[in-house]
């Protein structure tokens, strides 16, 4: 394995700008919040619309997804769930990337956002023309890229995957002799890379969130609790990943924590999965894994800040004012959809997408 270049100094602190001027969401009343609601239901209805929200959005928005009649889950199950359901407009509550991928699948329809300001740092760390330049280099190597990219970038890959498949799409092209150029997320990648022993090139972005699970901590946090069981998503890096019980998908983590035979689980992924978590296991002990060393540096403290900008608020204005639809270049769009649905072949075709999924 070799490994691409460092993200540079000025795209890294473009990104940590960006975060840091983020604006925090408006406080609601319970009695606002109704009426919102209310509203939003309302409009769904007219408008033949349909919430498809990750499991990292607030809990009223994935509660409010469910009691509609739309879709809480990972970023694959999303990608699907919206091509195969009737609806005329998809309401996708995630980040920017998520809200591509469904238009990407269903451009006839009209996909919109409660904000298009919903970035991920993964996304915003692989930039086309650098990753093209990247991939240039290497014209024998099969192209990977991780879902959480822009539709430019998929669409200069041979492959699409999420966490849900990356480990078996990369192991089903080990059986045909392929060498790897992997993006963006370099943790995941490593991750893969340990897991398979696959010829890999990898793209070093991360996401703000995962990269900030602490190792020395995690393990103070395991002296404490000797019984519980380690959750771990895929975004985390490696040492963090070394103390897992089970590593996977934010779907994957779920269905994990549900056969567990740990009382007590200690997961490190975005604390907005604790939601369907207690809703699972609601017996079961849930502890986030820390963030936090003596130097205090996270920035994003377990919780997606871009995740957090979808609202009730912009929800509503977004759905009542068709506003923040995503568009996409049709040349680029059927450029993208060949790597896309070879995932999604692929992953229904290893039962990793099943029918009942979306
Ligand atoms: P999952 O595919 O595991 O949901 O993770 C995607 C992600 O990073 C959401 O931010
Ligand atoms: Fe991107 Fe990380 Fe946020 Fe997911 S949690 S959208 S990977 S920044």
């Not at 990104?15 to 939003?40: N, R, W």
């Not at 998929?154 to 480990?167: G, Y």
């Not at 045909?176 to 993006?183: H, L, P, T, V």
Request: net charge negative; with cysteine.
């Amino acid at each position: 394995m070799s490994l691409a270049e460092i993200i540079p100094h000025q795209l890294q602190s473009n990104i940590d700008h960006i975060i840091d001027h983020i604006e925090p969401a408006v406080s609601l009343t319970d009695a606002e919040k109704k009426t919102y609601l209310i509203k939003i239901k309302h409009l769904l209805k007219q408008k033949n619309a349909v919430m498809i929200a990750h499991y990292y959005v607030d809990d009223e928005l994935q509660a409010l997804a469910e009691e509609t009649g739309g879709y809480v889950s990972d970023s694959l199950d999303m990608a699907s769930f919206g091509a195969q359901h009737n609806a005329s407009t998809l309401v996708v509550c995630g980040v920017r990337f998520m809200g591509e991928t469904s238009k990407i699948l269903s451009p006839q329809k009209t996909v919109l956002m409660p904000t298009l300001k919903a970035e991920c740092s993964l996304d915003l760390g692989c930039p086309i023309n650098e990753f093209s330049h990247f991939c240039n280099q290497y014209p024998d190597h099969e192209v990977v890229v991780y879902a959480n990219t822009s539709v430019e970038v998929k669409a200069r890959a041979d492959w699409i995957v999420t966490s849900s498949n990356a480990v078996q799409i990369i192991k089903h092209l080990m059986t045909q002799g392929k060498k790897i150029i992997w993006g963006p997320d370099r943790h995941l990648g490593q991750y893969i890379n340990n897991k398979t022993g696959a010829d890999m090139i990898l793209w070093q972005g991360h996401c703000v969130v995962h990269n900030e699970f602490k190792r020395y901590e995690l393990e103070a946090l395991m002296r404490k609790h000797p019984d519980a069981e380690v959750l771990v998503h895929p975004e985390s890096p490696e040492p963090v990943i070394a103390k897992a019980d089970f590593v996977g998908s934010t779907k994957q983590i779920i269905a994990a924590g549900q056969v567990s035979k740990a009382q007590t689980l200690i997961i490190a992924t975005d604390y907005g999965l604790f939601y369907k978590m207690k809703q699972v296991v609601p017996d079961k002990l849930l502890i986030p894994a820390p963030t936090s060393d003596k130097s205090a540096t996270c920035k994003s403290c377990a919780h997606c800040p871009w995740m957090a900008m979808n609202t009730l608020v912009n929800l509503y204005e977004a759905l009542r004012g068709e506003y923040n639809t995503i568009e996409v270049d049709e040349e680029i769009r059927q450029k993208a959809l060949i790597p896309l649905n070879r995932m999604l072949d692929f992953s229904r075709q290893t039962g990793i997408l099943t029918a009942g999924d979306a």
